[in-house]
């Protein structure tokens, strides 16, 4: 590898740009390539960063060292299959794919190859979701109880407008944007054991979009984590919490991705309200990641978080959703007095998956900053999933 790590960007839709901002800002950084099969959008993001454009994958990996994949996750497979082949290092956007045979082969491909790979679970990198997750596994707050995951937004797109509401190319918000919150669960909580899940959809012309999903995740050894997440609500908040024995904290946010404020308390004590700066309650981790994985590329040490950790929120993601073959599942369909499909199913997931690693960050402890914790940026505002 040359002194400048050289950038390819495969795809060059709102993450793409995003990744692209950030990179730019690095010292040492070079965005080479942006592939997009519409040539036009290709061309525009090059144009800003001095990149050359590409319509073709294989001309992209003849010249860079780092590829960020940032296409639609149908494609996510093949174009992680070619990267992986080629050596090069790959940062593949969540969800890594959206079918269970796909993840496995991403992983296969990825555990192959010379190649360091990270996925962008941008969450693990916000210095307000560290800080919760600390109070959490630190122990103050005594053994977990419940937990609780919400978050919703009006923002279903209509049909056809990018490819979440394309047939052929959609996958839902169980499969997409939930990946993050899954994520979240086994990084703060441990691994999850089981799931019962109902989706539903808004849009249900659209065959295999969902738009919401309300479910109960099991940690193995842990609490039950109740689940709403909906790209269909009318009603923007969020909020992410945990019930100890010895105390609770809480996330608090004005829709689905900012955090305003950490609240948490112990047992019988006063409630701590920390308000988070509006500058890191809207960051959402993406240059701190993305600085992370650079680092890892040029000191040679694999990045926190793995193709392993995709996998299995794309293992809980299929269990929750209506693209899981029905062969698969325990499952029985229902019709709403809307005439909404909702999907009703109880799920044991495979208990070989791999554990979730234990301090997630290098250095980091349960209970302690990391001394080479990312730090937060002034990151993009892309289309939020
Ligand atoms: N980590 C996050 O918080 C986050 C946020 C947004 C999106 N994402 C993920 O990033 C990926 C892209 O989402 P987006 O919001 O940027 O979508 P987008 O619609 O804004 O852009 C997608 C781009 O991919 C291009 N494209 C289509 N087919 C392609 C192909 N075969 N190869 C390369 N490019 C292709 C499109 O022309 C478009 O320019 C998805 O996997 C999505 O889930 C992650």
């Given amino acids: 590898m040359t002194d400048v790590v050289r950038v390819g960007m495969i795809g060059a839709g709102g993450i793409a740009r995003t990744h692209t901002a950030n990179l730019q800002g690095f010292g040492g950084v070079r965005i080479a390539a942006v592939m997009d099969p519409a040539l036009e959008r290709a061309e525009a993001l090059a144009a800003e960063c001095g990149a050359r454009a590409f319509e073709d994958l294989d001309a992209v990996l003849e010249g860079v060292d780092v590829v960020y994949v940032c296409s639609p996750p149908t494609f996510h497979r093949a174009q992680v299959e070619?990267?992986?082949?080629a050596g090069t290092h790959v940062y593949l956007e969540?969800?890594?794919a959206t079918t269970l045979e796909g993840g496995r082969a991403i992983v296969a491909a990825l555990s192959a190859s010379p190649g360091r790979s990270m996925v962008g679970f941008n969450n693990r990198f916000r210095p307000a979701f560290r800080r919760w997750r600390e109070l959490i596994r630190g122990g103050e707050l005594g053994s977990a109880l419940a937990a609780w995951i919400l978050r919703m937004a009006p923002s279903t797109p209509t049909p056809n407008a990018n490819w979440r509401t394309t047939p052929g190319l959609l996958c839902g918000i169980t499969i997409e944007s939930a990946s993050h919150d899954i994520d979240l669960v086994r990084?703060?909580?441990?691994?999850i054991g089981s799931v019962s899940g109902s989706t539903a959809s808004s849009r249900p012309e659209l065959e295999g979009f969902d738009d919401t999903l309300s479910a109960v995740l099991r940690v193995e050894g842990g609490p039950a984590v109740t689940f709403s997440v909906s790209w269909a609500s009318a009603i923007s908040t969020s909020s992410r919490g945990f019930v100890g024995t010895g105390g609770g904290?809480?996330?608090?946010?004005p829709d689905m991705w900012t955090v305003t404020e950490l609240r948490w308390a112990r047992s019988g004590q006063p409630e701590t309200v920390e308000p988070i700066d509006p500058a890191e309650g809207a960051d959402l981790g993406y240059r701190?990641?993305?600085?992370?994985?650079?680092?890892?590329?040029?000191?040679g040490r694999d990045p926190v978080v793995t193709v392993h950790d995709g996998l299995a929120a794309?293992?809980?993601s299929l269990a929750c959703s209506p693209r899981q073959p029905a062969e698969a599942r325990t499952c029985t369909s229902l019709t709403s007095g809307s005439g909404q499909q909702i999907w009703m199913l109880e799920r044991r997931l495979s208990a070989r998956r791999r554990p979730v690693r234990s301090g997630a960050l290098p250095g980091s402890s349960p209970c302690g900053?990391?001394?080479?914790?990312p730090r937060a940026g002034p990151g993009g505002q892309p289309r939020r999933r």
């Fill in 94 to 96: 969540k969800p890594i």
């Fill in 82 to 85: 070619a990267v992986a082949a």
């Fill in 369 to 373: 900053r990391s001394a080479d914790a």
């Fill in 187 to 191: 990084w703060a909580l441990g691994e």
């Fill in 249 to 253: 904290a809480m996330l608090v946010g």
């Fill in 314 to 316: 794309l293992e809980v």
């Fill in 288 to 299: 701190a990641a993305s600085e992370h994985f650079i680092a890892c590329i040029r000191e």
